[in-house]
């Protein structure tokens, strides 16, 4: 049995996050579920040790709390067993069209999926390194790949968040510190119930153990699940006076 190791599960409470948490906790591994609702993530974390055994804490986290990351960081170095790894599972997607009515909403997108995203990873990086090395791994979408007509603020909230780690994975590379971006399709989560039925929709569940199984060895950047590569491929070769067109 390899040595027990922690991930620290940013976005606890999401259902990508809380499916991601279920496979490392199945896998013999702690877990740190960090998020806005202590009461919620402490009834996960409860679910986590009955089931498999496993030291598991709910802790509180706001990407927005930029001030705060710091203690944060030293509260989950505290708290985890052997070494930490990351999952990255927050975010906010309000519609186009109420990004464009009340351009605040925008903001707190951008500060939530990207500044607050870049900054708790930063304040992690002394840690990971620290440690010798470390996973991340990071929820990212194939929405930032091209800008669509019907998300394109989201669209590149992921798109940047996608360059960032980028240079974080450059960055801390010799530090062995391994970084995944997910360029997620659509899942069945509350981030999607608003939209009409989308294509290759995957369940929590099913995005979740592939993303593990991925997590376990590649870095750099992976389409999940595995149709949107193709897919992608031909969107981002579409001619803008076809693409214009199709109102995706
Ligand atoms: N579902 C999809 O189709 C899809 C596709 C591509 C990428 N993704 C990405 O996957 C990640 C997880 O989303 P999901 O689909 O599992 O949706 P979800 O269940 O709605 O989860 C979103 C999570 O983000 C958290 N969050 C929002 N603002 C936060 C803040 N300021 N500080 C801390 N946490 C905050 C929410 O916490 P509260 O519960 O406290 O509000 C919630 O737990 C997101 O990054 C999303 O962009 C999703």
């Known amino acids: ?7 620290l599960v940013l976005g606890g409470g999401s259902s990508i996050g809380r499916a991601f948490a279920r496979q490392a906790a199945a896998a013999g591994q702690g877990v740190l579920l960090a998020g806005r609702e202590a009461a919620e993530l402490e009834r996960s974390a409860a679910d986590l040790r009955l089931r498999h055994g496993v030291p ?14 710091a203690a944060f960081v030293r509260a989950a170095a505290a708290l985890a067993e052997g070494r930490l790894h990351v999952l990255l599972a927050f975010g906010t997607m309000p519609s186009q069209a109420a990004c464009e009515a009340r351009p605040e909403l925008a903001r707190a997108m951008v500060e939530t999926n990207l500044t607050g995203a870049a900054a708790v990873l930063t304040a992690l ?5 620290g440690q010798g090395g470390g996973t991340v791994v990071a929820l990212g979408s194939v929405a930032g790949e091209r800008g669509r007509p019907r998300n394109h603020l989201y669209g590149a909230t992921k798109a940047a968040l996608h360059t960032f780690l980028q240079g974080y994975a450059a960055r801390h590379a010799r530090h062995r510190v391994r970084v995944l971006t997910l360029l997620a399709g659509p899942v069945d989560t509350a981030l999607t119930w608003p939209l ?5 929709m995957a369940s929590p569940q099913g995005f979740a153990a592939a993303a593990w199984r991925r997590a376990q060895r590649g870095s750099g ?22 693409f214009n067109r199709l109102d995706l």
């Open 1 to 7: 049995m390899p040595p027990r190791e922690t991930w």
């Open 56 to 69: 598991a804490s709910a802790m509180l986290f706001d990407a927005l709390d930029l001030a705060g990351h």
């Open 125 to 129: 990086a002394p840690l990971l390194r």
């Open 196 to 200: 009409p039925r989308l294509p290759f």
């Open 221 to 242: 950047q992976a389409h999940l699940p595995g149709i949107w590569a193709p897919v992608m491929a031909v969107i981002r070769a579409l001619p803008n006076r076809i």
